[in-house]
């Protein structure tokens, strides 16, 4: 089961069509599970989210073994700096653990015709898709077409698909065989 949290007010449209795409991208169950307050410890003082403090200290939902939460944050997250900086932050996964968490902060901007709000719900789909593909294992993918391709590289597309490739689709359905099992 895939839960979906949000810390900020999402458009419930919006929701149900992510509840949609992820039911349909990983075969499992998906619901939204309601909004969480924004843990006051993930607050920088630059109005960014600590996205490591954030997954720590957020408010639980009730799981399930092998269930994936995935928490939808509206401000920017921040990642701690590596080498070569810090790296510019989609989301971020307890790798192959339980939670996730996403910003709708770098989507383009929704706006109100038709075709910008698919733009918007495609890019959210993909980075949703991206952040639970870290849950179940899989590690980031060269086919820039795929969800799992990095959400920073300069070869993503600037309306990027939100589908799997078929290697990270028939590995993630291997993961989540194994966890019902
Ligand atoms: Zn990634
Ligand atoms: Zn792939």
Redesign the pocket.
Known sequence: MIRVVTLDTVDPTDMAALIRTLYQAFGLGTEFAGEKPVPSEAEGKDGRLDAITLLREVEPVRTFADDKVLYIAGAPLSLPPGPLGEPPCWGFADYGKERAVITTAKLPARGVSEASIETYRRRLAREAIHAIGHLWD?HH???AR????PSWSQSLAANPDSD??????EKSERKIRLAKT
């Not at 795929?146 to 391709?149: K, V």
């Not at 799997?164 to 689709?169: D, E, N, V």
Request: include cysteine; charge should be neutral.
């Open positions: 899989l993918c060269v086919d795929c969800a799992m391709h799997l490739c078929t290697f990270c689709r």
